[in-house]
């Protein structure tokens, strides 16, 4: 009964046997207790040092219990003190252990991809998980080169998507895919079929966006493919919908290059031509994609611009929105 408050069993007989007399000795607790008097001298030190005993002055040393309900209210209230801490302790683990335990069942925020194939796979992946938009943005390196695949273009799972209606498609396109030789007959045919494209200049790196549940960004600085971070919902992704959207408010529409009826002398070259500048391209990057030189380029660029009675690229461009050729 005593260990419940820390009291061993020697010094609990020895306790009690001050009871009755009211004072003893060593010597006369020996012969109540029928310890030897040595454990009975140990275990007189600890009751005194517990407060539970105490010692008179002179020879033979006489000792005298403690009232028991001063004592034991003494005992239960430390015992319980230290109940209480254990329990404060008991509580500050368990909090742990379900948070650890909740930490292991939540999917994680970021998803790091590693190697070109798996990279490849978690693209394709996202794209089939959506269900009703993907947005993307359009950046090298890619898989697929454009115009390996004729007029299906890097994307294919995008063509299939459009072409069974499952999902709408937004893709910005940063400068340097659309001067890529061959890109734009991949881009204009992704509009036919469907999809929403504009122009945005550089962008910080190549994304696809799954309605609003997922995400995949590819560093830009990953030139082989190598490198992806699969985003789950988490105030990152929010982040990256909202510089998509943003990307997307700024940037310059694309949109098929069919000469309209109004206008026949403006072609689909002219066209292409504008798209190019709204996007940011350099004379260099133009010249590339049309095959011309760059005096070339600025031979067009001279006279477009005369046709459109602008001084600079930038007011040739609001002219052209202002007509609707863009």
Do not use: C
Request: charged share 25%; no cysteine; net charge positive.
């Amino acid at each position: 009964m005593w260990e419940t408050v820390g009291i061993p069993e020697v010094e609990a007989k020895v306790y009690e046997a001050l009871i009755a007399p009211g004072q003893a000795t060593v010597a006369g607790l020996a012969g109540r207790t029928g310890l030897t008097p040595a454990r009975i001298t140990r275990a007189l030190t600890t009751l005194v040092g517990r407060g539970l005993v105490t010692r008179t002055p002179g020879r033979p040393a006489r000792y005298a219990a403690v009232a028991p309900s001063l004592a034991g209210s003494v005992l239960i209230a430390k015992r319980e003190h230290e109940l209480g801490r254990l329990q404060q302790h008991l509580n500050r683990l368990d909090e742990a252990f379900h948070a650890e335990q909740s930490a292991r069942q939540r999917p994680r925020s970021v998803e790091i991809i590693e190697g070109s194939s798996k990279v490849y796979r978690a693209f394709v992946q996202i794209q089939r998980s959506a269900r009703f938009e993907v947005r993307s943005f359009d950046k090298p390196p890619y898989f697929v080169p454009p115009g390996e695949h004729g007029d299906e273009g890097p994307n294919l799972e995008e063509r299939d998507h459009l072409q069974a209606g499952r999902v709408g498609y937004r893709v910005v396109y940063d400068a340097e895919s659309v001067a890529l030789p061959g890109r734009m007959d991949n881009i204009l045919e992704g509009i036919r079929r469907g999809e929403r494209a504009r122009a945005g200049g550089t962008l910080p790196a190549k994304i696809v966006i799954s309605d609003g549940a997922a995400a995949i960004v590819s560093s830009a600085a990953d030139h082989r493919n190598e490198l992806a971070y699969v985003l789950h919902p988490s105030s990152l992704l929010d982040l990256t919908i909202g510089l998509f959207e943003a990307t997307w408010d700024r940037a310059t529409p694309i949109t098929r290059t069919e000469t309209r009826i109004d206008d026949e002398t403006f072609g689909p070259q002219e066209r292409q031509l504008l798209t190019l500048l709204a996007s940011g391209a350099t004379d260099a990057v133009i010249a590339r994609t049309f095959g011309w030189s760059v005096r070339t380029v600025q031979r067009h660029l001279h006279a477009l611009l005369e046709r459109l009675g602008a001084r600079t690229r930038f007011q040739a461009g609001m002219e052209a929105v202002r007509r609707d050729w863009l």
